[in-house]
């Protein structure tokens, strides 16, 4: 009796111990440190790619390989000169006693979250460095900065360092006009980086991440050279004439987003003279659009009317004071007559500055600057393309943190008040604003077709991943439709008419709009949608003087691109290989992620674009119409994926 | 406060027992009583680092009121072996910081083994504890669960020498209390004789610390895994949990009040340094440092 109570007290002793040992599993505000912030399925994960990030046929995007980065870098540094930080920074002479040199540091709190360490300098022949060390202490949470970061950008902690990064301002391998070049190295090998993960988000690859901000463009790489590497592309109204020059720009340093210590040495007063040391370099660096006696501005080159007017010049000014920079610390600007006078003072500095500003700002040409949103004139012209990216697309705001800033701000709810009031349904029924991540379907543009089969995709919706089509409207029996419950269902008609044709795009959790889509069938249709190719394309673009009159490189229009026929690759002949990089340059300007905002589309269609509109691409017409008849061979060439 | 960090008992005087501890002995042909020994502790301790905090300004002091009860029954198993059962009620109410207020409830098996009857003859013992502790701040609940071994003998007719090693493991709500560590203890107890006795002891534990502090990078540096700390709102403080070589030392001296209660005084000191090296020049202390001093009632019934 003795020895079984014994084991009955033993038994539950050993239970009640067990039950002691339970519990644990960690709450919802435990942060590791050293562990990036989670990427949640469906939310938009665009950042830091471009627009159109050229969609190659087996669905990688060309901007984002390292091939990309690879042809960048021969490029711009042919030799390997430059493939090391340390070989980086004796070749711009840091350290070297030469020149002028200083060191800040400070908090990006608004774009990157960095704490930065830039050591910037100004070499005797006038070209520019910036060698930056960023530092970030990856807390798993929420992607933001955070004080550490900048703690750790003045003690140097090598385990928070987790980007380093070199832009130069200076000419080319074969000389001439100088240009910004950005490069990556590894922290701890200081070897340079083709590919880099800058917000937690994964590798992309150079000179991506930078530029997409700075300014950049994003053309498609043009056929292999000798070596059998594919090159850089060459654009025609870069004033430098060299491969390489993405006419990526140096952003000014809104020094009054920065966050700075208080530990002396590195307060904000410490750091202003610093700071604008370097953004009179960076202010260097921009072209001038008309002559100027001032001080600041006689380390400024001239201005092609084809490259950016160097509008952020009026940022720095506007920030230390006006011309002659007398300020010695930087003060946010007033906001912009052209803003103010607009009455959208609140747009302005809810939406405007704290999140377009940064990137805009450093983009436009002297022919087409409206991209640069210096006026609401400007940013109102981009209305249906700011809906798309920012309220469809979440590709903008283009850095996560930035993004998430916004959506968190005053912001959105402004943005969202003036797209409805330019008839954008940017708000729900409810007067919720709506926001990226919930399914967009889009069964692609409005068309003409042959009778016969047609395959329809989805694939340019957004967010979902079941599709519902179906035949709205169109001529009695006169087509179906098969698999219409994929994303790439056909479209057969027997008779010739305008059909409409709608998508439902679905996810887990919510159902999109119907999105309805019209398909004019001609059964005279000529070409063929599926018989386009490059050689139609050519043959419109060099069809008269419409195109090539001033896409050619001639002109002192100073377009990106030259439709005419020439010797790309300077072999002394025009030869296919000439004809191949001719195609690539075209499909360059095809977003195949969003058909519609193709450049090869928009731009002739007066979107936009200098030239204004181009006879045969009036889209106010209905497919098929003959003054869109251009317009609907480039569509389908398009939608067919631009075969050579 | 012990559970906190999980660290040994705020009060280490509940190592001692109430003068005349020897329970009494059932008279014979009487029903035994469900347990052999029933102590009770009212204590009050000042602690001038409940955040376990390394700078000035993470450094928070409070005091707090707390009850044991404790119960345990001895089961024979033969001439040299015994199990002893414990169970134990406890609550600490602290006065400026009430998320560290808790209430705790466990139990301690040891089985224990002498062999022979001989005064100088050293019992050994192997030991399981476990506990649920649930607390104001709702980051620390959960459990602990200790086991291991450990010897006691009489040196004199004085002095008194007892050791023990452990894995002492918590898991709570918030992992940045989810904590293992590794301890070795000895204690030493002088007797005074009616005049009471004198205690000594020292501790060394090899594992997880929690440590409040405010979001610095030396703060983040060292941490495994950290969380703002509910115990303290308003105070910004973060609570990490980091890697640490702990020193823990106690001395204290019990006062016999009568046969069945006892007062007992006790200093306890922490000291705890992370094992992780920064990868920068610091120029300040790494390590944190507690005092706890304590006055608590024992009595037996």
Redo the contacts between chains.
């Keep these: 009796m003795a020895f079984t109570r014994t084991i009955g007290w033993i038994c539950a002793t050993a239970a009640a111990l067990l039950l002691a040992a339970c519990g644990g599993g960690g709450s919802a505000g435990d942060i590791h440190p050293g562990t990036n912030p989670p990427i949640v399925p469906g939310e938009p994960n665009a950042f830091l790619l471009f627009p159109n990030p050229q969609v190659e046929p087996d669905g990688s995007l060309q901007t984002n390989t390292p091939a990309y980065a690879q042809a960048y870098y021969a490029a711009i540094d042919p030799n390997n000169t430059k493939d090391t930080v340390s070989k980086w920074r004796a070749a711009n002479g840091f350290d070297s006693g030469t020149g002028s040199q200083v060191t800040a540091v400070f908090g990006d709190s608004r774009d990157l979250g960095f704490g930065r360490r830039m050591t910037a300098r100004q070499n005797t022949d006038g070209t520019l460095a910036f060698y930056v060390e960023n530092y970030l202490i990856k807390t798993g949470g929420a992607y933001a900065f955070s004080p550490v970061n900048l703690e750790a950008a003045i003690v140097r902690d090598p385990n928070a360092l987790v980007y380093v990064a070199g832009v130069e301002f200076s000419p080319g391998p074969a000389g001439g006009v100088s240009f910004a070049k950005y490069f990556s190295f590894d922290v701890a090998t200081g070897v340079r980086e083709n590919m880099v993960d800058i917000d937690g988000r994964g590798d992309k690859a150079m000179p991506g991440p930078c530029i997409t901000c700075h300014g950049g463009r994003a053309d498609a790489l043009t056929p292999p050279d000798a070596s059998g590497n594919p090159r850089f592309n060459l654009l025609l109204n870069a004033v430098s004439g060299a491969r390489g020059d993405v006419m990526g720009q140096l952003p000014p340093f809104e020094v009054s987003t920065f966050q700075f210590s208080t530990d002396p040495g590195y307060t904000r007063a410490d750091q202003e003279p610093l700071l604008k040391t370097m953004n009179r370099w960076v202010l260097c660096s921009y072209p001038l659009p008309a002559p100027s006696a001032l001080p600041e501005d006689a380390c400024r080159r001239t201005a092609s009317v084809g490259e950016w007017q160097g509008t952020a010049a009026a940022l720095i000014k506007a920030a230390y004071g006006g011309d002659g920079l007398p300020n010695p610390a930087y003060a946010e600007p007033a906001v912009p007559d052209a803003w103010a006078t607009a009455g959208q003072t609140s747009l302005y500095q809810t939406v405007q500055a704290p999140a377009c500003r940064v990137c805009h700002e450093m983009r436009g040409t002297g022919r087409q600057a409206d991209i640069d949103f210096t006026t609401f004139a400007d940013f109102q012209s981009y209305t249906a393309r700011i809906f798309a990216t920012v309220v469809d697309r979440g590709d903008m705001p283009l850095a996560k943190l930035v993004y998430d800033s916004f959506h968190a701000s005053s912001g959105e709810a402004a943005l969202a008040d003036f797209l409805v009031g330019q008839g954008q349904p940017a708000r729900d029924a409810s007067g919720a604003v709506l926001r990226p991540g919930r399914p967009i379907a889009d069964p692609g543009p409005d068309r003409v077709v042959r009778q016969g089969a047609t395959q329809l995709s989805a694939s340019n919706s957004l967010f979902a991943d079941t599709y519902a089509w179906s035949i709205v409207s169109g001529p009695n029996g006169g087509a179906t439709l098969t698999n219409a419950g994929t994303a790439q269902p056909t479209f057969n008609a027997t008779i010739d008419g305008t059909y409409v044709v709608s998508l439902v795009a679905n996810n887990a959790s919510a159902k999109s709009a119907p999105k309805p889509v019209s398909l004019v069938v001609q059964n005279t249709l000529t070409p063929a949608p599926g018989a386009i190719r490059f050689a139609d394309i050519k043959a419109a673009l060099q069809d008269g003087t419409e195109c090539q009159g001033c896409h050619n490189r001639f002109t002192p229009l100073k377009a990106p691109i030259d439709f005419t026929n020439y010797d790309r690759d300077g072999d002394g002949a025009i030869t296919p290989t000439d004809d191949a990089w001719f195609y690539a340059e075209v499909r360059s300007r095809i977003n195949f992620q969003e058909i519609v905002a193709s450049p090869l589309l928009q731009k002739p269609a007066g979107e936009h674009h200098f030239g204004g509109l181009g006879p045969g691409f009036d889209t106010s017409l209905a497919p098929g119409q003959p003054g869109r008849a251009k317009y609907d061979l480039f569509l389908n060439w398009a939608l067919n994926g631009a075969p050579q | 406060m012990a559970a906190l960090l999980g660290l040994a008992s705020a009060t280490a005087s509940a190592q001692q027992a109430a003068a005349g501890a020897a329970p009494a002995p059932s008279a014979p042909g009487a029903a035994r009583p469900i347990f052999d020994r029933v102590q009770a502790e009212l204590g009050y301790t000042y602690d001038d680092n409940v955040t376990r905090g390394r700078g000035d300004d993470e450094i928070l002091w409070d005091q707090l009121l707390g009850v044991r009860v404790s119960a345990s029954?001895a089961?024979?198993?033969n001439d040299n072996a015994r199990?002893v059962?414990t169970g134990m009620l406890s609550g600490e109410k602290f006065s400026r910081y009430d998320g560290l207020s808790n209430l705790s409830g466990?139990?301690d098996?040891a089985l224990q083994y002498r062999q022979s009857g001989a005064f100088n003859a050293i019992t050994f013992s192997a030991f399981?504890?476990?506990?649920?502790d649930n607390y104001a701040s709702h980051?620390r609940?959960?459990?602990?669960?200790s086991f291991g071994v450990g010897a006691r003998g009489a040196l004199t007719d004085r002095i008194a020498l007892s050791g023990e090693l452990a894995r002492n493991?918590r898991?709570?709500?918030?992992?940045?209390w989810?904590l293992v560590d590794y301890s070795a203890r000895v204690n030493l107890d002088y007797s005074l004789e009616r005049s009471g006795t004198l205690y000594v002891s020292g501790e060394y534990r090899h594992g997880d610390v929690v440590s409040d502090g405010h979001?610095?990078?030396v703060n983040?540096?060292l941490?495994?895994?950290?969380?703002?700390d509910d115990a303290f709102p308003g105070k910004d403080l973060f609570a990490y949990r980091s890697e640490a070589r702990t020193w823990v030392s106690n001395v204290g001296y019990n006062l016999p009040l009568g046969q069945r209660s006892a007062l007992d005084f006790s200093w306890r000191r922490v000291q705890s340094t992370p094992t992780a090296q920064?990868?920068?020049?610091?120029q300040g202390s790494l390590r944190y440092v507690v005092n706890q001093y304590s006055v608590v009632l024992l009595t037996l019934f």
Excluded: C, K
């Design positions: 029954r089961l024979r198993i199990l059962v466990g139990l098996a399981a504890r476990g506990w649920l980051l609940d959960g459990s602990h669960f493991e898991r709570a709500q918030s992992e940045v989810d979001a610095t990078l983040v540096s941490a495994q895994v950290f969380v703002l920064l990868g920068f020049d610091f």
